[in-house]
């Protein structure tokens, strides 16, 4: 007669436990069970090779971060004598697509005026349009980190902003807000009289939400407090299968007379 401890548990033995459903009955099954050796080091390969699948960066200041999105293999592309199935660009939802305010943004987007941002409800004065960039590698970089702005946007969304007395020689203090409202303290200034930057806080606004090269985009809004009539920036970072830097084409704008 075969014994309680002779029996073989199920998913061990000929085949290998391979899923998640499969694990989930064996655990039933041996709720009140003696594992063998053999066994309980088929479950636990099994758990690290799930939760591998769906760990978490570990989040900052008890903000979540966003995953890192892994870039595909490339598939062979099949040999043709025009050569189309080489270079195919990207998909349409993918393009950059132009708003009728004018401004460009990456893919089936369009961000409000203002930046949803509760905390920030009366207290947004004169507002800039939103304009989007992708990120650089020296604008996530450790040793160099700050965030770079084309020239256009800045013209256009920022400079009319700008009061007597500002100074971008020598940076102007900003307020950034992330979505949540957490304020950052920042600097706005122009560098070698033609690149115009965020700096200061911006490495910690990078720390905290993980941000990464060309994987993200962040939308900017510039607007003047309410309160103390203070220069701030709003940013908002979304993350997409995007693993190259991307051109895009600009509008062309009518020159301020």
């Known amino acids: 007669m075969t014994s309680q401890e002779d ?32 066994t309980a080091r088929d479950l636990e390969h099994m758990k690290r090779k799930i939760l591998s699948g769906i760990e978490l960066n570990s989040p900052s200041r008890s903000k979540r971060k966003a995953l890192r999105i892994q870039e595909p293999e490339a598939p062979r592309a099949r040999e ?10 990207l998909p349409r939802e993918l393009q950059f697509q132009q708003q009728e305010r004018g401004g460009l943004f990456y893919g089936n987007y369009a961000p409000p005026d203002l930046p949803p941002i509760p905390s920030l409800q009366n ?16 604008d996530v970089k ?10 256009e946007d800045v013209e256009y969304n920022i400079m ?31 560098w070698a009289t033609k690149i115009h930057v965020l700096t200061g806080g911006w490495k910690t606004f990078c720390n905290d939400l993980g941000l990464v090269e060309n994987q993200d985009f962040v939308t900017l809004w510039v607007f003047r407090h309410v309160d103390n009539g203070g220069l701030c920036f709003a940013i908002h970072s979304r993350r997409l299968p995007v693993f190259k830097p991307i051109k895009k084409r600009r509008p062309i704008r009518q020159k301020y007379h």
């Open 7 to 38: 029996r073989e548990e199920p998913g061990c033995g000929d085949g290998e436990m391979t899923n998640g459903t499969e694990g989930a009955h064996l655990l039933l099954f041996l709720k009140h069970t003696i594992l063998n050796p053999e």
């Open 80 to 89: 043709s004598t025009n050569g189309a199935a080489r270079g195919r660009s």
């Open 123 to 138: 207290l947004i004065q004169d507002c800039s349009k939103p304009f989007e960039k992708q990120l650089t590698r020296s």
């Open 142 to 151: 450790e040793d160099q980190c700050r965030l770079s702005m084309n020239k």
């Open 160 to 190: 009319p902003l700008l009061r007597n007395g500002d100074n971008l020689n020598e940076g102007i203090d900003v307020t950034t807000y992330d979505m949540a409202g957490n304020e950052y303290p920042m600097v706005f200034k122009i």
